[in-house]
Nanobody, 122 residues
Framework: QVQLVESGGGLVQAGGSLRLSCAAS????????MGWFRRAPGKEREFVAR????????FYADSVKGRFAISRDNAKNTVYLQMNSLKPEDTAVYYC???????????????WGQGTQVTVSS
């Protein structure tokens, strides 16, 4: 079992940057594939990025590729999402999730954080 807590959200102007963090409890963090998802107002939750358990393989949604970077520090039980060149359409609640399958399908992630709000003003 792992518990996830996101932080780092906030209000930023278009073109700005934010770094989200997701701190995990438990001793098995390094065994999990970690993902970031987001839910924009009035929309379904969507995949943003994922990283392999060892941190060597990453994958991004086309909408964030080249602007966002996912990373992890297994010694600190934390996964990060560096978000650059933010756009108003990036406004959403951002969630981190843990699972055992390298996938973009949210149903395959067993553990979720409570989310952190990111608002990008134009």
């Amino acid at each position: 079992q792992v518990q996830l807590v996101e932080s780092g959200g906030g209000l930023v102007q278009a073109g700005g940057s934010l770094r989200l963090s997701c701190a995990a409890s438990g001793r098995t963090f390094s065994s999990y594939v970690m993902g970031w998802f987001r839910r924009a107002p009035g929309k379904e939750r969507e995949f943003v990025a994922r990283i392999s358990s060892g941190g060597y393989i990453t994958f991004y949604a086309d909408s964030v590729k080249g602007r966002f970077a996912i990373s992890r520090d297994n010694a600190k039980n934390t996964v990060y999402l560096q978000m650059n060149s933010l756009k108003p359409e990036d406004t959403a609640v951002y969630y981190c999730a843990a699972g055992f399958v390298a996938t973009s399908e949210e149903a395959k992630y067993a553990h979720w954080g409570q989310g952190t709000q990111v608002t990008v003003s134009s």
